[in-house]
């Protein structure tokens, strides 16, 4: 049974900096490539990041390139987020989802497992 759990959200400042991770377990992680994408009150989930099974393809939503970083340690089956200089518009849940393939992919129906979510607020 695979599951996957965030953690790490929380209430920060405009500017400030937060880390999300992501534990998944059920089967080699290091098959599968990993995503986060975060739903807004309102809005659509919409894609933030991706990582290939391997670590070394990343792809990331134009509205968080070069403020967020994604990395997998495939060892302890994690993945997080680093995200920096946070803006209010960065407030919502975020979910991490696991890849049904290795290549990392900005489409959600390539993803079949998700977590819960963890609220990320950014008050301005």
């Known amino acids: 049974q695979v599951q996957v759990v965030e953690s790490g959200g929380g209430l920060v400042q405009a500017g400030a900096s937060l880390r999300l991770s992501c534990a998944a377990s059920g089967r080699t992680f290091s098959r599968y490539a990993m995503g986060w994408f975060r739903q807004a009150p309102g809005k659509e989930r919409e894609f933030v990041a991706a990582?290939?099974?391997?670590?070394?393809?990343?792809y990331y939503a134009d509205s968080v390139k070069g403020r967020f970083t994604i990395s997998r340690d495939n060892a302890k089956t994690t993945v997080a987020l680093q995200m920096n200089s946070l803006k209010s518009e960065d407030t919502a849940v975020y979910y991490c989802g696991q890849g049904r393939y290795g290549r990392s992919s900005y489409d959600q129906a390539e993803y079949d497992y998700w977590g819960r979510g963890t609220q990320v607020t950014v008050s301005s």
């Open positions: 990582i290939d099974y391997s670590g070394r393809n990343t």
